[in-house]
């Protein structure tokens, strides 16, 4: 029996050794590998519905009470300024506006007492308030000498669909005068006091309808 050469046997070893290192390769990388799952169906994400933009119907709240104020320019005391008329108008909106249950609106014509109960008829919901400076003198006309400014503010409320008065008064720029301090008077804005009159005849009549605001009158 023939011997084998040690550079063969050497030979014959390193052989082997590779022979068992592939196979030991081979058998680790199909052991690692995974079957892969098959990915589960993705998940509905249902679309959320639009929410409706409010209209502005339902944002504005309803008020109780709307009014609609007018004013006789010309019917008993026609040397007043217009820039006076003006001031007692919008101070009486302004004033019936403060409170969030109330509307209150400028009639820009003249109006006359008839006037008022006329358009009050034909209302189905708001109240006309009808103003006018009378003269503040002992035969409440007013003379060629008068002061054409010393006069009050007069009021009447028509009710709708009726006509029919709802309340009425008087407010006198006095109640509002300091007598020791006169405050100026612009005349882009009208007069002060007879400002403050026409606000106070906002506040009675709210009081009257039982609406309170914040009391801002002096």
Known sequence: MSKRSPAS?????????????TCALAIMAQSGRRVRKSSSAPVSVPTPEATPTPTVASEKQKR???????????????????????????????????SRSVEAKVSTNDMSRSDAIRKAKAEKEAYIVWLQL????????AGVYDDPNNVYVEYSVFEPITGK?????????EAYR?????????????????????????????DHFHVRVLNTLP
């Open 178 to 206: 300091n007598k020791t301090i006169r405050l100026p008077t612009s005349s882009t804005n009208g007069d002060y006091y007879l400002n403050q009159a026409a606000r106070g005849a906002a506040e009675r009549i709210l």
């Open 64 to 98: 109780a009470f709307t009014f609609i104020v007018g004013l006789d320019k010309y019917g008993d005391y026609s040397r007043i300024s217009l820039y006076v008329y003006s001031g007692v108008l919008h101070s009486c909106v302004d004033r019936l506006d403060d």
């Open 9 to 21: 046997s050497v030979l014959y070893v390193i052989c082997f050794v590779t022979v068992l290192l």
């Open 134 to 141: 009378r003269p503040n003198t002992f035969s409440g006309r």
């Open 165 to 173: 008065r709802a309340t009425s008064g008087s407010t006198y720029p």
